[in-house]
Every structure is written in C-alpha cells, then in structure tokens.
C-alpha cells in the first residue's frame, strides 16, 4: 500500500505526462523546489492526511492547522506545507481560492494564510496584489514553526512578507514586480491606506480644538 502511495505521489513530481493546467510554464507542483517535494512526498502527515484530499476536504483539513512554517527539525516539512503542496496539485479555480481567503477570515485564520500563500505562488502580480493587501488589516495572532522552536507572529506581517520578501515558509518565491511598477504599467490604482481616514478625523479634530483654544484666550 505505501509502495503505491508513494508511485502515485510521485508521479506529480515528474513533468513526463503532466497534461494538467500549468502556471508560469509548468507543473505547479514544480513551483516548490525539488528536495522539498520529495521531503514532503515522504511524510507521514502527507501520507495520511494530505493525499486523497479534494478541494471541500482539503478546506477542511487546513481549517485544523495550528501553526504555519516550512521545515524543522531534520528537514521536516510541515503540515502547512504538505497542505500547500496538494494545493498546488489540485490547481483549484480561482474563485475557490478566494472563497478560502474569505472564509479563513470569518474563522479559519489558518485557512485564510495557506490560501495567502498559494495566491503568491500561483496569481499574477496585480492580482497578488489586489487579494493579498486587504489582508494587511487582519492583526490576529498565528504561530510559525522554526527549525528551533514556535515563534508568534500575525497574520498581517505574513501577508508583508509574502509581498516584500523572496523565501517563506521553505519556499522561493519568484520575483514580484513592486507595487509602485505596477502602477506605472496601470495594472493597478494607487493604494490608499485604510487608516488615512482615521488619520484625516484626527488631525481635523486637532485643527478644532485649536481653534476653541484660540477664542478662549
């Protein structure tokens, strides 16, 4: 039974035969790095968890997630990462993929990063862009695994790190235009911060209370 397992699995890991969808020109199994597919593809988590998942089970699946990272200890993928890579097997639509980021806001913050983490593998850069920034407000509290140990971060700063950074979570990233080239190219607007209008009230509001004080005096 493993032996067959591990034949099927690796079967997305060779490029012969793939006649599946492709992103940027190939297997998206491929956009993860070769000795993290085959750490992942040997995992006992994938073996177990991962790999007769579906769209609707796999949600489900990532709805149990606890923490997020790429590789610990001896070069142990994560259950997150496991979850990335069938992701990326399944190549699911768009749509479904931001169904996930809207769900995983409701309740499942760790839905709503695996989904944050395939949108930076899979989507064009002003689409990246326009799914991920909306995430920036989201400041709820996520665990990471290290090689060492757990970290606390937030769901925020994840986000800025899959926008600003080349490597997280055990994976390269490919390069992503900068948000300030992208709107050069007018493939998307100018970005207004979401606290330029709580900024706007209070310096109105300081603008008033100086004026009172002057008539005061």
């Known amino acids: 039974m493993a032996q067959t397992h591990r034949a099927d699995a690796s079967h997305m890991l060779d490029t012969r035969g793939y006649l599946g969808p492709l992103i940027r ?11 993290v ?14 790999f007769a998942l579906n769209a609707a089970s796999l949600c489900d699946r990532a709805a149990e997630l606890t923490f997020v990272g790429g590789t610990y200890g001896q070069q142990r993928p994560t259950p997150f990462l496991c979850l990335a890579f069938k992701l990326l097997q399944l190549n699911p639509s768009r749509e479904i993929i931001l169904a996930y980021l809207q ?10 990063v695996l989904a944050a983490f395939y949108v930076r593998l899979t989507f064009e850069p002003a689409e990246i862009y326009r799914a991920l920034e909306p995430l920036l407000t989201d400041y709820r509290k996520i665990k990471r695994r290290t090689r060492s140990g757990f970290t606390l971060t937030y769901v925020d700063q994840f986000v800025d790190e899959l926008l ?9 990233l490919w390069k992503l235009p900068t948000r300030a080239q992208l709107e050069d190219l007018e493939l998307l607007e100018e970005r207004v911060s979401p606290l330029a209008g709580e900024l706007e009230e209070e310096e109105e509001g300081g603008e008033g209370g100086e004026v009172v004080g002057s008539e005061a005096m």
């Open 37 to 50: 597919r085959e750490r992942i593809v040997d995992a006992q988590y994938f073996k177990e968890q991962c």
């Open 103 to 112: 769900q995983g806001g409701e309740t499942f913050k760790y839905l709503r």
């Open 25 to 35: 020109g190939q297997n998206p199994a491929h956009l993860l790095e070769k000795a």
């Open 164 to 172: 600003t950074r080349d490597r997280v979570c055990a994976t390269s």
